[in-house]
């Protein structure tokens, strides 16, 4: 099977097409292509492909806490995103086709909620899918791929320890954002609390019981469908 990976990277395929083609779950193809990707920077030598992209919702920091020092920038903060940030990154995959994987963080609570890829796209297509993917935003801005490490897996650390994992398909896409071995510069949560605010496919009762296992009511927020 690895063979077969290998393959089928080669010919640019993402890990979700190579999954559909060989009849088996992303979560087979994922840790073969982690290792066929050290076994060719063992090749190629130190460093990661060339970010050709990073992208974030304008109004990202509503509610978070920041190091000053870092210089980031909130285009349009006060744009009522709420919390839900959404992170778009594409790096260097051949010479005419990027690495692209979004990833939609729930920074006030849950973490993770959503990735879309990895999937490997041309220029155009890339164009067109970062309209599609910030389409329920007021716009987008630039960002550091500092910045996008730090939101996202941040994000997942706060949620860890609240008692949420991040979406199953976040070992698969997370090696596009780069090596993490540092603690967040942002605060998470609004204005420093967890608080929850019930998605389109959420379990609420389970989110709050889960909630309520680590804080006590008066440390959190939360807004359901039935309040």
């Known amino acids: 099977m690895k063979e077969q990976v290998r393959e089928l990277r080669l010919q640019g395929k993402s890990p979700k097409e190579i999954a559909r083609a060989l009849k088996v779950s992303p979560s087979v193809v994922a840790p073969i292509v982690r290792a066929i990707a050290a076994e060719t920077a063992e090749v190629e030598g130190p460093g990661e492909a060339e970010v050709v992209g990073c992208w974030i919702n304008v109004g990202w920091s509503e509610g978070l806490g920041l190091d000053p020092a870092r210089g980031w920038v909130d285009e349009a903060p006060n744009s ?43 220029d155009r297509d890339l164009v067109r899918f970062r309209e599609y993917f910030f389409g329920e935003y007021p716009g987008w801005q630039e960002a550091p791929i500092e910045l996008a490490r730090h939101l ?72 359901t469908a039935g309040q």
């Open 80 to 122: 009522g995103v709420g919390g839900m940030v959404s992170v778009l990154v594409a790096r260097r995959h051949t010479w005419d086709r990027l690495s692209v994987c979004g990833y939609l963080a729930d920074v006030y609570c849950l973490g993770v909620k959503s990735v879309i890829g990895p999937d490997v796209l041309d």
């Open 152 to 223: 996202v897996f941040g994000s997942v650390d706060y949620a860890r320890k609240l008692g949420f994992e991040p979406h199953d398909l976040f070992a698969l896409g997370s090696d596009l954002l780069g090596k993490w071995e540092e603690e967040s510069a942002v605060t998470f949560g609004r204005d420093g609390k967890p608080f929850y605010v019930e998605g389109p496919e959420d379990d609420p009762a389970r989110v709050v019981r889960t909630l309520r296992r680590t804080l006590s009511d008066d440390e959190f927020g939360y807004v």
